[in-house]
């Protein structure tokens, strides 16, 4: 069911992505993403490892059991 809710939304913002690279140009698109994302770095430091901090946990539990 979460697996679901993970794959529905990242469809929805891959065809968005898509649509507007189309309208707008995947390069301006790009140089726009960098730009809104590079400043929450410093803003929010321990964001990168809360997103993928689940991966090495699960290998390591797959590996115990």
């Known amino acids: ?3 679901n809710a993970y794959v529905l939304s990242f469809a929805c913002l891959l ?11 995947r390069r301006r698109l790009f ?5 809104a994302f590079s400043p929450a770095g410093p803003v ?3 964001l990168p ?6 991966q090495p946990h699960n290998r390591s539990a797959r590996a115990n059991s």
Do not use: E, S
């Not at 490892?49 to 689940?54: E, N, Q, R």
């Open 44 to 46: 929010f430091p321990g």
């Open 15 to 25: 065809l968005t992505g898509a649509a507007l690279g189309d309208r707008f140009g």
């Open 49 to 54: 490892a809360f997103l993928v901090g689940h």
């Open 1 to 3: 069911m979460v697996r």
């Open 31 to 35: 140089v726009l993403g960098i730009a």
